[in-house]
């Protein structure tokens, strides 16, 4: 159930980064070419900001360990990334393969973060409670 | 002490003001000449400046082409027409005159000629020149009273070359002989390559097509002139013109939605129809400006961009390959195109775009390795920043 959580929360954490990228690509985040997070330095900052969020809560809650829960996060995260990097009008592009290894680095490096954040989060809450 | 002050000074002051007085019915009596020529408006130099009021729109003639075409003419590094067997390359001198070179299918020299505002030089291998003079070499005034474009040059050297040099007269702003049957230049050329500033290159062939419906309603059909745009080497776009129907329609993807299309219909109100007639030099340079301006107004964002370049509609795909390289940089990486990757993107697009490969065909080695030896590059320039691009071993894949 925890690991559905996270993957649940992973792959929603980066759709709803994606469906704010949309709404917003040339006024917030300035794009150019399709909206797209590795398309902008801005819509990266958010989707790994996102995913470091929503990694976070889901470690500080759940309480799985950090690695378990940060892999779940990424999982989600990830599905949601291929699913947009196919269903976007423009298509995957021509080096789609290079793309998706390097949006996997991006999101895992995100969740990890979250996951160990929200871990350390848990960890002070409980050594807060003990002692209050 | 007053008296002895004012006699002194007093035939000073007289003398001044009979110079004076003097010095200036001079000069007005020099200038009331000019004054009263230009007043008159009788001078030979001068004429009555026709001034337009704020928000008149001025008449000009939609029938002749305008300053953004001579501009856009003017950036055409090379212009090469080839006419069945005759191929006439024209390029523009560092001193402002235009050549153009014609050599036969085997590259063998079939003349040279060279054009300024005042004098045309036209050298005849064959050596039937007119000119006493310079034997193989005619020299003529430049009395075309057309505006010097690389296209204008190519045509004159191609008529020069088939029809030789004797008895030269000005017919239609074109040199040719006396006897000679006057040439349609946009109906004997097969093929039109532009190469243009910012690795634009457009590249204008003939085709004839079976009857097809361009819009609702709109059957366009026969012999149509198809340019298609590169970038860089990458495919950027396409136009083509047909024929008998007078229908232009052009797609860009990435800058425009689908395929554009004009005809004579969407002119009627306005000018009663095309009010020119699209000559193969124009439609090549049609489609270079369409792409200039629509890339600049992308990225200066002075109109809405577009960021979702849709699929082109279905008389696009049948009339067009479907592109293989759609952007140009690293599609789905483009936070990176200002890195060194990006020189990697572009030589796999232009790999790509060479092999005929698009993203379906990642890893089709059962087919044919010429993509997968793409993607084997690129995955090494962005691993370690090596160049192995295949499509620079011509020998290897026949790029």
């Known amino acids: 159930m925890t690991r559905l959580v996270g993957f649940v929360a992973g792959f929603l954490a980066f759709w709803a980064a994606h469906v704010v990228e949309r709404a917003h690509w040339t006024d917030w985040f300035r794009g150019e070419f399709d909206p797209w997070f590795l398309n902008s330095g801005r819509a990266m900052a958010a989707t790994f900001g996102a995913v470091v969020l929503a990694s976070a809560v889901t470690a500080a809650l759940a309480g799985a360990s950090r690695a378990a829960s940060g892999l779940v996060v990424a999982a989600g995260a990830f599905t949601a990334m291929t699913l947009v990097l196919f269903l976007k009008p423009a298509g995957p592009g021509t080096i789609f393969p290079i793309v998706m290894v390097a949006a996997g680095v991006v999101l895992l490096v995100a969740s990890m973060l979250g996951a160990w954040a929200g871990a350390r989060a848990r960890r002070l809450i409980r050594a807060g409670g003990a002692t209050g | 002490m007053k008296a002895p002050f004012v006699k002194r000074v007093a035939p000073l002051a007289t003398i001044a003001i009979v110079f004076?007085?003097?010095?200036?019915?001079?000069?007005?009596?020099?200038?009331?000449?000019?004054?009263?020529?230009?007043?008159?408006?009788?001078?030979?130099?001068?004429?009555?400046?026709?001034?337009?009021?704020?928000?008149?729109?001025?008449?000009?003639?939609?029938?002749?082409?305008?300053?953004?075409?001579?501009?856009?003419?003017?950036?055409?590094?090379?212009?090469?027409?080839r006419f069945g067997d005759l191929v006439v390359v024209a390029d523009r001198r560092g001193d402002g005159r235009l050549h153009a070179k014609a050599t036969d299918a085997a590259g063998n020299d079939r003349g040279d000629l060279t054009a300024s505002s005042a004098v045309i030089q036209y050298r005849s291998p064959a050596g039937d020149g007119v000119d006493a003079q310079n034997g193989s070499t005619v020299q003529a005034q430049n009395d075309s009273r057309e505006r010097l474009t690389l296209h204008w040059v190519a045509g004159q050297a191609f008529g020069l070359a088939k029809d030789g040099t004797a008895n030269l007269v000005w017919q239609g702003g074109v040199m040719r002989p006396r006897r000679a049957p006057k040439r349609d230049i946009d109906q004997e050329a097969d093929e039109v390559e532009t190469v243009w500033a910012n690795g634009l290159v457009a590249t204008l062939t003939k085709h004839d097509f079976p009857p097809r419906e361009i819009a609702p309603?709109?059957?366009?059909?026969?012999?149509?002139?198809?340019?298609?745009?590169?970038?860089?080497?990458?495919?950027?776009?396409?136009?083509?013109?047909?024929?008998?129907?007078?229908?232009?329609?052009?797609?860009?993807?990435?800058?425009?939605?689908?395929?554009?299309?004009?005809?004579?219909?969407?002119?009627?109100?306005?000018?009663?129809?095309?009010?020119?007639?699209?000559?193969?030099?124009?439609?090549?340079?049609?489609?270079?400006?369409?792409?200039?301006?629509?890339?600049?107004?992308?990225?200066?964002?002075?109109?809405?961009?577009?960021?979702?370049?849709?699929?082109?509609?279905?008389?696009?795909?049948?009339?067009?390959?479907?592109?293989?390289?759609?952007?140009?940089?690293?599609?789905?990486?483009?936070?990176?195109?200002?890195?060194?990757?990006?020189q990697c993107c572009d030589d796999h697009d232009r790999c790509y775009a060479k092999n005929g490969c698009t993203w379906q065909s990642w890893?089709?080695?059962?087919?044919?390795?010429?993509?997968?030896f793409c993607n084997l590059a690129v995955v090494s320039c962005f691993a370690v920043g090596s160049d192995m691009d295949p499509c620079r071993s011509r020998s290897w894949w026949g790029c």
Request: proline share 6%; aromatic share 12%; with cysteine.
């Open chain 2, 363 to 372: 890893w089709l080695f059962w087919k044919s390795w010429s993509c997968d």
């Open chain 2, 217 to 342: 309603g709109r059957v366009v059909q026969g012999r149509a002139w198809v340019t298609t745009l590169t970038a860089n080497g990458v495919p950027a776009g396409h136009s083509i013109w047909f024929e008998r129907d007078q229908v232009f329609a052009y797609s860009l993807p990435g800058l425009t939605e689908g395929l554009v299309w004009i005809g004579p219909e969407h002119l009627k109100q306005q000018y009663g129809g095309w009010p020119f007639k699209p000559d193969v030099s124009w439609l090549n340079l049609q489609t270079i400006a369409a792409h200039h301006f629509r890339t600049l107004m992308a990225k200066q964002g002075f109109v809405a961009r577009q960021c979702e370049p849709r699929q082109p509609n279905r008389l696009a795909q049948f009339f067009f390959p479907t592109l293989s390289a759609n952007e140009p940089g690293c599609d789905g990486l483009h936070y990176f195109d200002g890195t060194m990757v990006r």
């Open chain 2, 20 to 81: 004076g007085i003097a010095a200036v019915r001079r000069t007005a009596t020099a200038e009331s000449p000019r004054l009263a020529a230009a007043t008159a408006g009788t001078g030979a130099d001068t004429q009555d400046v026709r001034v337009v009021p704020a928000g008149t729109r001025l008449a000009t003639d939609p029938g002749k082409k305008g300053d953004t075409y001579y501009w856009i003419e003017g950036q055409t590094v090379r212009s090469t027409i």
